[in-house]
Nanobody
Framework: QVQLVESGGGLVQAGGSLRLSCAASGRTFSNSKMGWFRQAPGKERAFVAQISGGNTYYADSVKGRFTISRDNVKNTVYLQMNSLKPEDTAVYFC??????????WGQGTQVTVSS
C-alpha cells in the first residue's frame, strides 16, 4: 500500500523559512514525477512545484522562493520554502504519479505565515 506522509509544516513569521518533507512508502518513486500542491481556505487546490527526472517546475507565485528536491535513496521529496508570505498560508499536499498522472496523495501539512 502506497503512503505519502508530509511533515515540516508549522507557524512562521513573514520572511521566514520552512522545509517540508514527504516520505513515500510502498513503492519506489525515483523514476516518477512528484509534486507539491496547496489549498488555502475557501480556494481550490493549486499546483506549487514538481520534480520529474532532473527537471523542476514552479508556480509563478513561488518561483525564486521555493525549491523542490528529492532524495531517491530515502524515497523522499522536499520543498524548501524561503521568504514566506502570508498568502503562502495553506495546507500543503505531496503527490506522486503513476503513468504520468498524480494518483497518490498525502494527508497534508498546515503552513501558516503570520504578518
Amino acid at each position: 500500500q502506497v503512503q505519502l506522509v508530509e511533515s515540516g509544516g508549522g507557524l512562521v513569521q513573514a520572511g521566514g523559512s520552512l522545509r517540508l518533507s514527504c516520505a513515500a512508502s510502498g513503492r519506489t518513486f525515483s523514476n516518477s514525477k512528484m509534486g507539491w500542491f496547496r489549498q488555502a481556505p475557501g480556494k481550490e487546490r493549486a499546483f506549487v512545484a514538481q520534480i520529474s527526472g532532473g527537471n523542476t517546475y514552479y508556480a509563478d507565485s513561488v518561483k525564486g522562493r521555493f525549491t523542490i528536491s528529492r532524495d531517491n535513496v530515502k524515497n523522499t521529496v522536499y520543498l524548501q520554502m524561503n521568504s514566506l508570505k502570508p498568502e503562502d498560508t495553506a495546507v500543503y499536499f505531496c503527490a506522486a504519479s503513476r503513468a504520468g498522472a498524480y494518483v497518490y496523495w498525502g494527508q497534508g501539512t498546515q503552513v501558516t505565515v503570520s504578518s
